[in-house]
């Protein structure tokens, strides 16, 4: 290991399968559910009694234990926020796929809300957590591009995040997992609002453990990958087949620390995965009928069971709003093994698979349980919809792009009127308004390579073709024009405008 100066983590979670304290209890408990199956006839959250606890608890010096009698609420909800990476819209069994089994987030989606019509900020890793973060398109602040381990530029200072917002309220707040907000000091989130964090700054294909970037590595003209705990570089290249594990322990040990009635927290629990490379831990490897990618599915959604039974330990259920979505939709084509469901394109297009991405909410007694919501919702309603749960109002001076999204989350009505625009770059791409999505641009589906587009309308109806396999642009020239207009104007006032 190099440069290693914090002994509690990485003294016990090296390199090496099965060597820290607690591995025998993981591994009969792997072994015990792998008998069983992840998809038990009851499909509990997970196997309360076995799976995955020994080893996510193990540093643990004491057992979780509810932080005191029966909690009364008299401050805000806690919140915790987790994200996937390039996980697609079809990749889980609770929105149609059978062959990646997923019983802990399809026994959260039953008992909360799981969104039809959420949208991601973006369909690529960077600005799509800017957006999430701030309630603000990335264009307004420069934030349009993918960033790298030679960037030199992040997310701005006078940008407040999420997590800036509810530290004011007296949040404690923790990112965990995957930034991809510039890695310079100055960019990272103890910068932005979260008093801890522990993870790496930018995807795990920057990496030499990724074999397309490799001999850039061997030759040393990129960086090693850094594994970070607040500011400062505690190991280089984590072995990459323990990193979901260890992110799941370090949220799981904040959870314990944080556990009390007197304060709120947000945690902010950013997972690599199922971005390539694909490195299934051991005892996951095989495990699926779909490949790696299939394993790294399912070892997600095992460390997301984790997490809930961490919360049911600690007492923090009723009192803990757990959202769970991805940064963008899934890469197709070439070695691409996600899903879009239904939707057309994936990952870096203007596509509803780029953006459409899974979302489940659950907030026992706020969220309704077992409800299935066609209501519009996007990854920039998330900091304004957090903030007016916690009792803040969005200040005014802010140019919001996010909307409180409250009614959404408590199954209310919907009163708001589907409006989107797709943006890729400094450009809108695409814009929906009601049913109604025109394509200014029409790009390659995979989104590899976005050089290549025909620049010509592209007009579909997305309540009777989701999939946009239908150019009804002849048909209704006047609606092209109306939805051109309003897109070049949107584009006009953002670009303009800070």
Same mark, same amino acid.
């Not at 010509?456 to 999939?467: I, Q, S, V």
């Given at each position: 290991?190099?440069?290693?100066?914090?002994?509690?983590?990485?003294?016990?979670?090296?390199?090496?399968?099965?060597?820290?304290?607690?591995?025998?209890?993981?591994?009969?408990?792997?072994?015990?559910? *792998?008998?069983?199956?992840?998809? &038990?006839?009851?499909?509990?959250?997970?196997?309360?009694?076995?799976?995955?606890?020994?080893?996510?608890?193990?540093?643990?010096?004491?057992?979780?234990?509810?932080?005191?009698?029966?909690?009364?609420?008299?401050?805000?909800?806690?919140?915790?926020?987790?994200?996937?990476?390039?996980?697609?819209?079809?990749?889980?069994?609770?929105?149609?796929?059978?062959?990646?089994?997923?019983?802990?987030?399809?026994?959260?989606?039953?008992?909360?809300?799981?969104?039809?019509?959420?949208?991601?900020?973006?369909?690529?890793?960077?600005?799509?957590?800017?957006?999430?973060?701030? *309630?603000? !398109?990335?264009?307004?602040?420069?934030?349009?591009?993918?960033?790298?381990?030679?960037?030199?530029?992040?997310?701005?200072?006078?940008?407040?995040?999420?997590?800036?917002?509810?530290?004011?309220?007296?949040?404690?707040?923790?990112?965990?997992?995957?930034?991809?907000?510039?890695?310079?000091?100055?960019?990272?989130? /103890?910068?932005?609002?979260?008093?801890?964090?522990?993870?790496?700054?930018?995807?795990?294909?920057?990496?030499?453990?990724? *074999?397309?970037?490799?001999?850039?590595?061997?030759?040393?003209?990129?960086?090693?990958?850094?594994?970070?705990?607040?500011?400062?570089?505690?190991?280089?290249?984590?072995?990459?087949?323990?990193?979901?594990?260890?992110?799941?322990?370090?949220?799981?040990?904040?959870?314990?620390?944080?556990?009390?009635?007197?304060?709120?927290?947000?945690?902010? !629990?950013?997972?690599?995965?199922?971005?390539?490379?694909?490195?299934?831990?051991?005892?996951?490897?095989?495990?699926?009928?779909?490949?790696?990618?299939?394993?790294?599915?399912?070892?997600?959604?095992?460390?997301? &069971?984790?997490?809930?039974?961490?919360?049911?330990? %600690?007492?923090?259920?009723?009192?803990?709003?757990?959202?769970?979505?991805?940064?963008?939709?899934?890469?197709?084509?070439?070695?691409?093994?996600?899903?879009? &469901?239904?939707?057309?394109?994936?990952?870096? /297009?203007?596509?509803?698979?780029?953006?459409?991405?899974?979302?489940?909410?659950?907030?026992?007694?706020?969220?309704? &349980?077992?409800?299935?919501?066609?209501?519009?919702?996007?990854? %920039?309603?998330?900091?304004?919809?957090?903030?007016?749960?916690?009792?803040?109002?969005?200040?005014?001076?802010?140019?919001?792009?996010?909307?409180?999204?409250?009614?959404?989350?408590?199954?209310?009505?919907?009163?708001?009127?589907?409006?989107?625009?797709?943006? %890729?770059?400094?450009?809108?791409?695409?814009?929906?308004?009601?049913?109604?999505?025109?394509?200014?641009?029409?790009?390659?589906?995979?989104?590899?390579?976005?050089?290549?587009?025909?620049?010509?309308?592209?007009?579909?109806?997305?309540?009777?073709?989701?999939?946009?396999?239908?150019?009804?642009?002849?048909?209704?020239?006047?609606?092209?024009?109306?939805?051109?207009?309003?897109?070049?104007?949107?584009?006009?006032?953002?670009?303009?405008?800070?």
């Amino acid at each position: 290991m190099i440069g290693s100066t914090a002994e509690p983590l990485h003294a016990s979670f090296a390199c090496r399968p099965m060597s820290f304290p607690g591995a025998s209890q993981f591994r009969s408990a792997v072994e015990a559910v *792998g008998k069983a199956g992840l998809c &038990g006839a009851t499909r509990n959250v997970l196997d309360r009694r076995q799976f995955l606890v020994g080893a996510l608890l193990a540093r643990s010096t004491t057992a979780l234990q509810p932080p005191g009698p029966a909690f009364i609420r008299r401050r805000p909800p806690n919140f915790l926020l987790i994200l996937a990476d390039d996980l697609g819209w079809g990749d889980l069994g609770c929105y149609g796929n059978s062959a990646i089994r997923t019983p802990n987030l399809d026994r959260l989606a039953s008992s909360g809300t799981r969104f039809l019509q959420f949208y991601a900020a973006a369909p690529l890793c960077t600005p799509s957590r800017a957006g999430l973060l701030t *309630g603000r !398109l990335p264009a307004r602040f420069g934030l349009t591009h993918v960033l790298g381990p030679l960037s030199r530029g992040g997310l701005p200072s006078t940008e407040k995040t999420l997590a800036s917002w509810l530290k004011l309220a007296g949040y404690t707040t923790a990112c965990i997992g995957k930034w991809h907000l510039g890695h310079l000091p100055q960019f990272l989130p /103890t910068r932005h609002g979260f008093h801890t964090y522990f993870g790496i700054p930018y995807s795990n294909d920057m990496s030499a453990q990724a *074999g397309a970037h490799a001999f850039l590595y061997s030759l040393r003209l990129l960086p090693p990958l850094p594994l970070i705990r607040d500011e400062h570089v505690v190991e280089r290249e984590p072995n990459q087949r323990f990193l979901l594990e260890r992110f799941t322990s370090e949220a799981i040990r904040f959870l314990q620390r944080v556990a009390s009635p007197a304060r709120p927290f947000f945690l902010y !629990l950013a997972y690599h995965a199922p971005h390539r490379p694909l490195h299934p831990h051991p005892q996951f490897a095989g495990h699926s009928s779909s490949g790696k990618y299939g394993d790294v599915v399912e070892e997600l959604d095992a460390h997301v &069971g984790a997490l809930l039974e961490a919360l049911r330990r %600690l007492g923090l259920v009723e009192d803990t709003l757990v959202l769970f979505t991805s940064d963008n939709g899934p890469v197709i084509g070439g070695s691409g093994e996600g899903s879009a &469901g239904p939707f057309r394109g994936g990952k870096g /297009t203007a596509w509803e698979g780029g953006f459409r991405v899974p979302c489940v909410a659950c907030w026992p007694g706020r969220v309704p &349980g077992a409800m299935v919501s066609s209501a519009f919702f996007t990854a %920039l309603d998330i900091t304004p919809t957090l903030m007016s749960l916690a009792g803040l109002r969005p200040p005014s001076h802010v140019l919001w792009d996010g909307r409180d999204a409250t009614s959404a989350l408590v199954g209310e009505p919907a009163a708001r009127e589907p409006q989107f625009f797709f943006w %890729l770059g400094r450009r809108v791409w695409a814009v929906r308004k009601g049913p109604w999505k025109l394509h200014l641009t029409v790009v390659p589906e995979t989104g590899l390579v976005v050089r290549r587009h025909w620049w010509r309308p592209y007009l579909c109806h997305l309540d009777t073709d989701p999939g946009e396999q239908c150019n009804l642009a002849a048909e209704h020239p006047g609606l092209v024009e109306e939805l051109r207009e309003l897109a070049l104007r949107h584009q006009r006032e953002v670009l303009g405008r800070a």
